[in-house]
């Protein structure tokens, strides 16, 4: 049935074509029936011709069936110019028709080749992840610390390992979340560093803001309305060529704690470059 419905569904595409051409006869003939005199004149002679060989035994349907139909092929034949150049167009039409379903086949077997040769290694990419994120703060009791200080692990699970390329840390204490890693900010590192399947890369980062007042807003009671944000993004590598992303981003309250995610798909998002979101 499957097969059935895709020929049917290929067949309707070119229905309009031939629609077209049957249409465009038809209103020639029709104009030639009414306008041309070659045409009359042909059907009196054909009358004539009917009349002399006793054809009144037959229907008028029939007749004048037998007349269109000698006049029509006449009218082709003697524009046969105009006619060859109508089912020249539609060639050209259906050619082209042909030449965008190849194209469309072929985008659609290039695609399944990349996806024929991605589910050979995607099972081997590298991916990473983090773990035990914590906010340590000035406010965080027996854990406390001046400055602030966040504190995550860096792992690495599949069968490759992962080539650190670019590095992007930023901690803050504000309201708002602040922005995502953008491109052009200074907070980038090229680190160069390599972790296999079953090692982590621990990482430490304190605020960018280090000034005193910095300082007595991290403790003081009047900025209770604020929390500690951490957004990262990472650049690495995998030993087939590809090159990933990873970006996330964590907040906690003003005593610390346990990193909580938030800011959505924004900021929290695995993709291979070149390759859709993963």
Same mark, same amino acid.
């Given at each position: 049935?499957?097969?059935?419905?895709?020929?049917?569904?290929?067949?309707?595409?070119?229905?309009?074509?031939?629609?077209?051409? &049957?249409?465009?006869?038809?209103?020639?003939?029709?104009?030639?029936?009414?306008?041309?005199?070659?045409?009359?004149?042909? &059907?009196?002679? &054909?009358?004539?011709?009917?009349?002399?060989?006793?054809?009144?035994?037959?229907?008028?349907?029939?007749?004048?069936?037998?007349? *269109?139909? &000698?006049?029509?092929?006449?009218?082709?034949?003697?524009?046969?110019?105009?006619?060859?150049?109508?089912?020249?167009?539609?060639?050209?039409?259906?050619?082209?028709?042909?030449?965008?379903?190849?194209?469309?086949?072929?985008? *659609?077997?290039?695609?399944?080749?990349?996806?024929?040769?991605?589910?050979?290694?995607?099972?081997?990419?590298?991916?990473?992840?983090?773990?035990?994120?914590?906010?340590?703060?000035?406010?965080?009791?027996?854990?406390?610390?001046?400055?602030?200080?966040?504190?995550?692990?860096?792992?690495?699970?599949? +069968?490759?390992?992962?080539?650190?390329?670019?590095?992007?840390?930023?901690?803050?204490?504000?309201?708002?979340?602040?922005?995502?890693?953008?491109?052009?900010?200074?907070?980038? +590192?090229?680190?160069?560093?390599?972790?296999?399947?079953?090692?982590?890369? +621990?990482?430490?980062?304190?605020?960018?803001?280090?000034?005193?007042?910095?300082?007595?807003?991290?403790?003081?009671?009047?900025?209770?309305?604020?929390?500690?944000?951490?957004?990262?993004?990472?650049?690495?590598?995998?030993?087939?060529?590809?090159?990933?992303?990873?970006?996330?981003?964590?907040?906690?309250?003003?005593?610390?704690?346990?990193?909580?995610?938030?800011?959505?798909?924004?900021?929290?998002?695995?993709?291979?470059?070149?390759? +859709?979101?993963?």
């Amino acid at each position: 049935m499957l097969k059935i419905y895709e020929m049917a569904r290929k067949t309707l595409k070119y229905t309009p074509f031939f629609v077209g051409f &049957i249409v465009l006869v038809g209103a020639f003939d029709l104009t030639e029936n009414v306008v041309a005199p070659q045409f009359g004149q042909c &059907i009196s002679k &054909i009358s004539t011709a009917q009349t002399e060989n006793g054809s009144n035994k037959h229907g008028f349907i029939v007749k004048f069936a037998v007349r *269109q139909t &000698i006049c029509s092929v006449a009218l082709v034949d003697r524009h046969n110019g105009f006619f060859a150049l109508i089912v020249a167009f539609v060639i050209a039409c259906f050619t082209y028709t042909l030449r965008q379903t190849s194209i469309d086949q072929g985008r *659609q077997t290039k695609r399944s080749l990349r996806i024929a040769e991605d589910s050979l290694t995607i099972a081997k990419w590298p991916y990473l992840y983090i773990k035990s994120p914590v906010f340590i703060t000035p406010l965080g009791g027996s854990s406390a610390s001046d400055p602030p200080v966040f504190e995550y692990w860096m792992v690495v699970f599949g +069968e490759s390992p992962a080539f650190i390329r670019r590095l992007y840390q930023k901690l803050v204490f504000s309201i708002d979340v602040p922005a995502p890693a953008d491109e052009r900010e200074p907070n980038w +590192e090229t680190p160069d560093w390599f972790i296999k399947q079953g090692d982590g890369w +621990e990482r430490q980062i304190t605020p960018i803001d280090m000034s005193d007042g910095a300082r007595t807003a991290w403790r003081s009671s009047q900025s209770a309305n604020k929390k500690y944000y951490f957004v990262g993004c990472v650049i690495y590598d995998d030993v087939f060529g590809n090159q990933h992303e990873l970006g996330f981003c964590y907040w906690a309250p003003r005593a610390g704690g346990p990193g909580i995610k938030c800011g959505g798909a924004k900021y929290n998002y695995s993709r291979r470059y070149g390759g +859709e979101k993963i």
